[in-house]
């Protein structure tokens, strides 16, 4: 079994290193207390909120692209309605 002592020999620098992941859990919205957990329960933890925090990524990105996508279609129907405008008083 793998131990903290293994993948850092410093605890002081393990513990902040474990408390930025425990801010930005917290920050996150992401339930569970890393300092309290061994090894495999951290990383399992890191691993979950990771993927939660990418969905929550991908999900902001697609909303921005379709609103980026709506946007130009409403540019595209202002320049159409436009230049009919400009034609009708042509006549």
Do not use: W
């Amino acid at each position: 079994m793998l131990k903290l002592n293994d993948v850092c020999p410093d605890l002081k620098t393990a513990f902040v290193v474990f408390h930025s992941i425990s801010m930005v859990l917290h920050h996150q919205d992401i339930r569970g207390n890393i300092l309290r957990r061994d090894f495999e329960e951290k990383f399992d933890l890191i691993v979950d909120a990771n993927d939660s925090i990418l969905e929550r990524v991908v999900r902001t990105l697609l909303i921005a692209t379709t609103c980026t996508y709506f946007l130009i279609v409403l540019k595209i129907i202002a320049v159409y309605l436009f230049s009919s405008v400009l034609a009708f008083e042509h006549f």
